[in-house]
């Protein structure tokens, strides 16, 4: 790995997945990914002591890295299995992306800021991570690279973003959504059981960032 890792930062990942652990996070998976992947990396060096906190933290372009927490429950909520397609609508930095790499996913991920897609690009490389990078507006999927296993948006979203993501799932897939408004959304697991049925559960409220766009909150 081209990033500088030390057994201080190897010691605080370990203590943050104690704490996701402590949260309720019971996905031995995800657990690992969290407590291989640094996240320190897509932090200035001043703000080291930060990344290892459960906390979500500003980025560039006015952006954020999810929290751990938020990473982790969604990660869970995706069921990644090994070779799996996995789009991911908003790369911000790039550790969720990260995440779903270790699980063993083939990652899409589109991002809407195109410096952001390029800082994450950059970075994964060093990290020796490879995913697929686009810059664009992944409100209305990427049905060019689909059918997918799996969706994953990091964003909020108004409900009108599920349909056109749905139709790029494969039967069997899972669309991971955070829906509602622009200050509080629901966290939504739709999974398409057949071409002409879905099922929905919702779970805990999360506040993102919004998703811009075709189907987003415009800009
Ligand atoms: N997954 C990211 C990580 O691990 O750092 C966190 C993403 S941040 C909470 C949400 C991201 O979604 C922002 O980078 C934002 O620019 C991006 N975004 C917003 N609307 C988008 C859209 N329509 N298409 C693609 N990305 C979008």
Redesign the pocket.
């Known amino acids: 790995m081209g990033v500088k890792d030390s057994y201080k930062h190897k010691g605080m990942r370990r203590s943050l997945v104690r704490i996701l652990r402590e949260k309720g996070i019971v996905n031995e998976g995800v657990l690992e990914a969290i407590g291989t992947v640094p996240r320190h990396v897509f932090f200035d060096e001043i703000f080291d002591s930060h990344a290892y906190q459960d906390k979500a933290f500003p980025?560039a372009?006015g952006?954020?890295?999810?929290q751990p927490y938020t990473?982790a429950f969604q990660s869970d909520l995706l069921d990644v299995k090994p070779g799996a397609k996995i789009l991911?609508?908003?790369?911000?930095?790039?550790?969720?992306?990260c995440i779903l790499l270790e699980l063993g996913a083939d990652v899409v991920t589109?991002?809407?800021?195109e410096k952001?897609s390029m800082l994450a690009k950059q970075m994964l490389g060093k990290m020796g991570y490879h995913a697929h990078f686009l810059v664009?507006?992944?409100?209305n999927g990427y049905p060019q690279l689909g059918p997918y296993d799996g969706i994953i948006v990091?964003?909020g979203a108004p409900i009108r973003a599920i349909d056109p993501l749905v139709k790029q799932l494969k039967v069997g897939g899972k669309l991971i959504i955070p829906v509602g408004d622009l200050k509080s959304q629901k966290m939504l697991r739709i999974s398409k059981i057949s071409e002409q049925q879905i099922v929905q559960e919702e779970f805990n409220n999360f506040a993102?960032?919004?998703?811009?766009?075709d189907n987003?909150w415009k800009n």
């Open positions: 980025i372009e952006q954020t890295i999810s990473v991911e609508v908003g790369t911000g930095s790039g550790y969720q992306c589109i991002e809407y800021k952001l664009g507006d992944g409100s990091t964003a993102f960032v919004p998703l811009l766009g987003g």
